[in-house]
């Protein structure tokens, strides 16, 4: 997202006028590889590829506000891998998971994961912190505003 599409967005999220009715499109990793003519086991885990991706996302559709903008994301499949779940990742589509709750009274047994173990398949959460720290490198070299980075709002200037 550009300095001044940030800038509409935070004006139009308060609620003020804005001198056009502002685009937006979500842009994550269900659609982009497809388009992209990518794999998305290399949009995921290369993250030079990914960065590029996003890039041209921007450059492809320049009138467009890019929603949440620069996103490590990996299809959904983050949240359900720190409950546990086993995350499988194949070419062509985004990752699937497999249910790590069967009933509701297993809850209590869930094991809380330490998003600082080694990164392996059935637990993704490190995999998000490492790419953020990688996207957040290129993106400030790029000298584009991360507006929305890592699924958070930075607190910067909102």
Same mark, same amino acid.
């Not at 990793?29 to 590829?49: A, C, K, Q, R, T």
């Not at 960065?51 to 959904?76: A, C, H, Q």
């Given at each position: 997202m550009r300095a001044e599409q940030w800038e509409m967005f935070k004006k139009v999220a308060k609620s003020h006028r804005a001198e056009r009715v502002p685009l937006a499109? &979500?842009?994550?990793? @269900?659609?982009?590889?497809?388009? #992209?003519? &990518?794999?998305?086991?290399?949009?995921?885990?290369? @993250?030079?590829?990914?960065?590029?991706?996003?890039?041209? &996302? #921007?450059?492809?559709? @320049?009138?467009?506000? =890019?929603?949440?903008?620069?996103? =490590?994301?990996?299809?959904?499949? &983050?949240? @359900?891998?720190a409950l546990g779940c086993r995350i499988h990742f194949a070419p062509g589509q985004p990752p699937s998971q497999l249910p790590g709750l069967f009933r509701l009274d297993d809850v209590d047994q869930l094991q809380p994961v330490d998003p600082r173990q080694v990164v392996r398949l059935d637990k993704t959460v490190p995999l998000p912190a490492d790419a953020f720290r990688v996207s957040v490198r290129l993106v400030d070299a790029e000298g584009q505003n991360r507006g929305f980075l890592g699924n958070v709002i930075l607190k910067k200037g909102f």
């Open positions: 499109l &979500i842009m994550d990793s @269900p659609w982009m590889p497809g388009y #992209l003519g &990518i794999n998305h086991l290399d949009y995921y885990f290369d @993250p030079e590829v990914w960065f590029k991706s996003n890039l041209r &996302i #921007l450059k492809d559709f @320049p009138e467009v506000m =890019v929603f949440p903008s620069w996103w =490590v994301e990996y299809g959904m499949a &983050i949240e @359900p891998s």
